[in-house]
């Protein structure tokens, strides 16, 4: 299929874009939290499983007990009126910055240097920070990733994969490719699979609507012998033995978040595989339904708005901008406020546009 002429590729586009910040939005004041308390705030406030954004409108008795942070940046709906700076999105109009200013044809070098130039030190976590750190003290990609970085698993350049899907619609290798570009900058093995494994799912999520082809579809850019391809092969068994997404939810959290004893959280929430299969499993379950699929995605704890954003992303793809529903997308007031030099407050509509037009730029060569 030639989506490039494909008449519904900016709704498709923007649909992605909206899709993102909206998961984004949903997880973003719980982050961090680990699940015994999200899922006792959801309770306690009438909302599980979750039916809407959440809000630091609670009672006080609430507001003490969960430590609630009430302010705009932490992104309680009730405190905005647009989406709000997260890292999961400034990376994402990153990608924009860095194909406008260097083209398809940009190095990781590329990248660094849009790091530096772009991006103020605090505005960056974990791996990203630390390459960041090694960057400025004159260690190149892939070095960058890997020098004195224990994050260099985690979860960043998972976060960072969307917009190398959405400029290569169809075309999962290029894809997987641009995102393999980006991600050795600041991670190594499972954190670069990541990055890959998003990117190409999105990539096909443009020309395909069954979730499980577009998983396995991104897997096919994951090398088989690796802990982050037996995860999600994992899963997708269990999804295949007729487990219920709640089995799948628990077993990821009995596995990953909640370890062998009582308590004691061995595997960092952060990590790479264990989020990517909270993303995978969102989705097998959907029914390519938004709700259900960025809902699924911040009920399981662990990275929520990076995991609602993903979920978001991929079904926002799937069903363009015209399908997702309003009471998700109407609160974003189509802007977004970014990290991003040059890109303090966007028009989510605006992203959308130089994105296709980076995209069939792209197509014609």
């Known amino acids: 299929m030639d989506v490039s002429a494909h008449t519904?590729?900016?709704?498709?586009?923007?649909?992605?874009?909206?899709?993102?910040?909206?998961?984004?939005?949903?997880g973003k004041p719980i982050e961090t939290w680990p699940r015994e308390k999200i899922w006792g705030f959801l309770q306690e406030t009438g909302?599980?499983?979750?039916l809407h954004y959440l809000s630091s409108d609670v009672p006080p008795e609430i507001k003490e007990k969960y430590k609630i942070q009430d302010d705009t940046a932490r992104g309680w709906i009730n405190r905005v009126d647009h989406m709000v700076e997260d890292d999961d999105i400034n990376y994402t109009i990153l990608g924009l910055y860095v194909l406008e200013k260097y083209g398809?044809?940009?190095?990781?070098?590329?990248?660094a240097e849009s790091w530096l130039f772009n991006i103020p030190i605090f505005h960056t976590y974990t791996a990203e920070r630390v390459a960041y750190q090694n960057l400025v003290n004159l260690i190149t990609p892939p070095k960058s990733g890997?020098?004195?970085?224990?994050?260099?698993?985690?979860?960043?350049?998972?976060?960072?994969?969307?917009?190398?899907?959405?400029?290569?619609?169809?075309?999962?290798?290029?894809?997987?490719?641009?995102?393999?570009?980006?991600?050795?900058?600041s991670h190594v093995k499972n954190g670069?699979?990541?990055?890959m494994f998003v990117a190409s799912?999105?990539?096909?999520?443009?020309?395909?609507?069954?979730?499980?082809?577009?998983?396995?579809?991104?897997?096919?850019?994951?090398?088989?012998?690796?802990?982050?391809?037996?995860?999600?092969?994992?899963?997708?068994?269990?999804?295949?033995?007729?487990?219920?997404?709640?089995e799948v939810?628990?077993?990821?959290?009995?596995?990953?978040?909640?370890?062998?004893?009582?308590?004691?959280?061995?595997?960092?929430?952060?990590?790479?595989?264990?989020?990517?299969?909270?993303?995978?499993?969102?989705?097998?379950?959907?029914?390519?339904?938004?709700?259900k699929g960025?809902?699924?995605?911040?009920?399981?704890?662990?990275?929520?708005?990076?995991?609602g954003a993903t979920v978001g992303s991929i079904l926002g793809v799937i069903l363009g901008a015209k399908n997702l529903p309003e009471k998700w997308i109407k609160p974003i007031n189509n802007r977004v406020t970014s990290g991003i030099h040059g890109y303090s407050l966007c028009v989510v509509s605006e992203l959308a546009e130089k994105t296709l037009a980076i995209s069939q730029t792209l197509a014609q060569n």
């Open 192 to 195: 670069i699979y990541g990055e």
């Open 294 to 307: 960025i809902t699924y995605a911040v009920s399981c704890g662990l990275d929520t708005d990076c995991n």
């Open 47 to 50: 909302n599980f499983p979750l």
């Open 104 to 111: 398809p044809h940009f190095t990781s070098e590329d990248v």
């Open 146 to 185: 890997e020098y004195r970085n224990p994050y260099r698993e985690w979860i960043g350049a998972q976060i960072r994969a969307d917009f190398w899907g959405y400029i290569s619609p169809g075309k999962p290798k290029k894809a997987a490719d641009f995102a393999w570009r980006d991600a050795v900058v």
């Open 249 to 291: 939810r628990e077993y990821i959290y009995q596995e990953y978040e909640k370890g062998k004893q009582e308590e004691v959280y061995w595997h960092n929430w952060c990590h790479v595989i264990s989020n990517a299969l909270v993303v995978v499993s969102s989705l097998l379950y959907s029914n390519n339904d938004y709700e």
């Open 201 to 246: 799912c999105l990539a096909w999520a443009f020309v395909s609507e069954s979730v499980e082809e577009i998983i396995r579809v991104g897997l096919s850019f994951v090398p088989q012998r690796s802990r982050f391809y037996e995860a999600i092969a994992d899963v997708l068994r269990l999804k295949e033995k007729g487990r219920t997404f709640e």
């Open 8 to 26: 519904d590729l900016y709704d498709k586009i923007y649909g992605a874009w909206l899709g993102r910040i909206g998961g984004c939005l949903l």
